[in-house]
């Protein structure tokens, strides 16, 4: 009787947490029926608080009051919290599962030292398999309860994040390259609230995450981090535990949170396999249907006047099963996505040719990459690599500004101030007879199709300008001249087609001397930046 009773409890349980469970019947022997199948064991379940921490201190003590309302994954479902704060998933995997909170709105959770939010337990009773990077040591018998402190925090309708494309660094050298570079000119001179660093925080040696943890903490900002194909460990025989290393420091490879009005989804689209004819491991851009099927279950919770923000590492456009993410967002009106990866700065707006099928095209961000192109190229009056992309832009980071469920994004070039958001080109000197073929060429860095550039020469009129598919010219004589002069520095990447170049020529009819080229860009977001350069007519 107790036996039957605690197993219905069980299911129902389950059931209500969104569980595979087996339909059982209960009723009266008879001698005609077959004997009935073996009841299947329990599911082990993982349970605990979420609650207010009100004296800081990460421990439920009594008087903390529990939260109700509030959701808890295992990577696979979710749980929401009763009256009192407690919660119960299954255990997906015995020796290898995480469990953790989805932030809500007005609330923090917990960060270490190093600002990197805690917001979720490991239970790998066993530890992580040996590999050359350590990953998670073992944590011992699951805890009879696995508590997650919340603290309230004011956060505003509006409010902006940061956002790092490929910091990847190779060695603590180059750690250095972007605390000078990056952090140490944002210290104390940024209003955002968090900050998120799109993947291959490192460039394949795991042991340089500890002193760049180190450099981003000065920031004092939470920092979330996503999953990139340098951040894994290329010993493991499989993807499930490529990324040991990567929990050991960040927690789980998916997860989702909220602030203010913004729902977040952070996404791991890495998906790593053994080649079986090399041996040799290697990966592509997926997001598999295990993750997928929890990106349903997460969104189902989120209204859909919420803007909804996804991040991952590889674009989307290079993603193999994107077409089953578009399903699940398609219908929403309000969603982005961002990506870095590729190591250049450039706006995808995918429609029905890349098989959305959304009312409006939906925008794709590839992140503008803090080491640009990976710390390459001579180096500056200070010693770090001008790392130029191969687009023509400088490295940088973005700066996100959200507003309910709209949202505008800032480029921003390393160490140069805000208005630094494009480059003009153009010759020094011009023959006065030939001004009316001389090209004027401008790199407008975080410029996109929808990008307005405008051109006037002095006093005269705005002209418009018109983009142009090729290669920066800058960047094209930079790259030309280091190959000729075999440069002992790392030499730049070849040049891509700039996708945000715009070019004019001049207007015929100028006067001799010298002469300003305006530049005004103004882009999706209506946003307007100036830029001008001098030009001498002979």
């Given at each position: 009787?107790?036996?039957?009773?605690?197993?219905?409890?069980?299911?129902?349980?389950?059931?209500?947490?969104?569980?595979?469970?087996?339909?059982?019947?209960?009723?009266?022997?008879?001698?005609?029926?077959?004997?009935?199948?073996?009841?299947?064991?329990?599911?082990?379940?993982?349970?605990?608080?979420?609650?207010?921490?009100?004296?800081?201190?990460?421990?439920?003590?009594?008087g903390e009051r529990g939260l109700g309302g509030v959701r808890v994954s295992n990577r696979r479902d979710f749980a929401t919290t009763n009256a009192q704060g407690r919660w119960q998933l299954p255990i997906p995997d015995e020796n290898d599962s995480i469990f953790f909170v989805v932030k809500p709105g007005g609330w923090r959770t917990e960060v270490d030292p190093k600002q990197l939010p805690r917001f979720y337990y490991i239970h790998k009773p066993k530890g992580s398999p040996k590999s050359r990077y350590p990953g998670v040591a073992p944590t011992g018998p699951l805890p009879a309860s696995i508590d997650f402190p919340l603290q309230p925090q004011q956060e505003s309708r509006s409010f902006r994040a940061l956002f790092f494309g490929d910091t990847q660094p190779r060695n603590v050298r180059e750690v250095d390259y972007i605390r000078h570079d990056i952090v140490e000119p944002l210290i104390g001179k940024t209003d955002a609230k968090f900050g998120v660093t799109l993947g291959d925080i490192v460039f394949d040696d795991l042991s340089v995450f500890e002193p760049l943890i180190d450099t981003i903490a000065?920031?004092?900002?939470?920092?979330?981090?996503?999953?990139?194909?340098?951040?894994?460990?290329?010993d493991s025989p499989d993807d499930a535990h490529s990324d040991e290393t990567f929990e050991r420091y960040f927690g789980p490879n998916y997860y989702s949170f909220d602030h203010g009005p913004v729902h977040f989804v952070v996404l791991d689209n890495v998906h790593y396999a053994i080649n079986p004819e090399t041996k040799r491991g290697g990966y592509t851009g997926a997001f598999g249907k295990e993750q997928l099927e929890w990106v349903k279950k997460d969104l189902a919770f989120v209204p859909e006047s919420k803007l909804i923000v996804l991040m991952m590492h590889i674009p989307l456009t290079g993603t193999r099963d994107r077409e089953d993410l578009y399903r699940l967002i398609e219908k929403r009106p309000y969603s982005l996505s961002v990506s870095a990866h590729t190591h250049y700065q450039e706006h995808h707006f995918i429609g029905a040719k890349d098989g959305w099928k959304g009312r409006e095209p939906h925008h794709h961000v590839v992140n503008v990459t803090t080491c640009g192109s990976w710390w390459q190229g001579s180096p500056d009056e200070y010693g770090i690599p001008h790392a130029t992309m191969r687009d023509g832009a400088p490295n940088g980071y973005a700066i996100f500004s959200?507003?309910?469920?709209?949202?505008?994004?800032?480029?921003?070039?390393?160490?140069?101030?805000?208005?630094?958001?494009?480059?003009?080109?153009?010759?020094?000197?011009?023959?006065?007879?030939?001004?009316?073929?001389?090209?004027?060429?401008?790199?407008?860095?975080?410029?996109?199709?929808?990008?307005?550039?405008?051109?006037?020469?002095?006093?005269?009129?705005?002209?418009?300008?018109?983009?142009?598919?090729?290669?920066?010219?800058?960047?094209?004589?930079?790259?030309?001249?280091?190959?000729?002069?075999?440069?002992?520095?790392?030499?730049?990447?070849?040049?891509?087609?700039?996708?945000?170049?715009?070019?004019?020529?001049?207007?015929?009819?100028?006067?001799?001397?010298?002469?300003?080229?305006?530049?005004?860009?103004?882009?999706?977001?209506?946003?307007?930046?100036?830029?001008?350069?001098?030009?001498?007519?002979?």
């Open positions: 009787m107790m036996r039957n009773r605690w197993i219905i409890l069980g299911a129902t349980a389950a059931l209500a947490l969104g569980s595979a469970w087996a339909g059982l019947s209960y009723g009266p022997r008879s001698e005609a029926r077959k004997p009935e199948a073996p009841l299947a064991p329990a599911v082990k379940l993982a349970t605990g608080f979420v609650f207010h921490d009100a004296n800081k201190n990460g421990k439920r003590e009594p000065l920031l004092g900002l939470p920092w979330y981090n996503v999953l990139g194909n340098h951040d894994i460990n290329y959200f507003d309910g469920n709209q949202y505008s994004i800032e480029f921003r070039a390393a160490r140069r101030p805000p208005t630094y958001q494009m480059r003009i080109m153009a010759p020094e000197v011009v023959a006065q007879g030939e001004a009316a073929q001389t090209v004027v060429s401008v790199n407008v860095f975080g410029g996109t199709e929808k990008s307005k550039v405008e051109m006037k020469v002095g006093d005269g009129k705005w002209l418009p300008m018109t983009r142009a598919l090729r290669p920066d010219p800058d960047y094209q004589q930079m790259y030309d001249r280091d190959k000729e002069l075999k440069t002992p520095y790392r030499a730049l990447p070849a040049p891509i087609d700039s996708p945000h170049l715009w070019e004019a020529k001049l207007p015929a009819g100028l006067p001799k001397g010298m002469l300003p080229i305006h530049v005004r860009t103004t882009d999706m977001f209506g946003q307007v930046y100036l830029a001008t350069r001098g030009i001498t007519l002979r």
